[in-house]
């Protein structure tokens, strides 16, 4: 059974970082790619940042300033660092893998950003 589980979301001032984690049950190196989403009240659910297996991350552009993305194997743990929060990062936070077994999804982490 794969499970994935998200933390270190919370409520964070405006200007502040955070860095949110996924622990993944049998370790990460089983996904060929690992990802996280977010998704803010009334909106559709979005990319934030994908590492490969090979290391290599991707990031869409209005993104790619504020976030990284990386990953420690040995943890079997997925990172995503945020600098400079602001109120429109308010959101629930969703990690993801894909691999050979299939897609699967946490349950999230709420962040909130107050001003």
């Known amino acids: 059974q794969v499970q994935l589980v998200e933390s270190g979301g919370g409520l964070v001032q405006a200007g502040e970082s955070l860095r949110l984690s996924c622990t993944a049950s049998?370790?990460?190196?089983?996904?060929?790619?690992m990802g996280w989403y977010r998704q803010a009240p009334g909106k559709q659910r979005e990319l934030v940042a994908t590492?490969?297996?090979?290391?290599?991350?991707q990031y869409p552009s209005s993104m790619k300033v504020r976030s990284t993305i990386y990953r420690d194997n040995a943890k079997n743990t997925v990172y995503l660092r945020m600098n400079s929060l602001k109120s429109e990062d308010r959101a629930v936070y969703y990690c993801?893998?894909?691999?050979?077994?299939?897609?699967?999804w946490g349950q999230g982490t709420q962040v909130t950003v107050s001003t």
């Open positions: 049998g370790g990460i190196a089983r996904f060929n790619a």
């Open positions: 993801d893998g894909v691999g050979p077994m299939g897609g699967y």
């Open positions: 590492i490969f297996d090979n290391g290599h991350t």
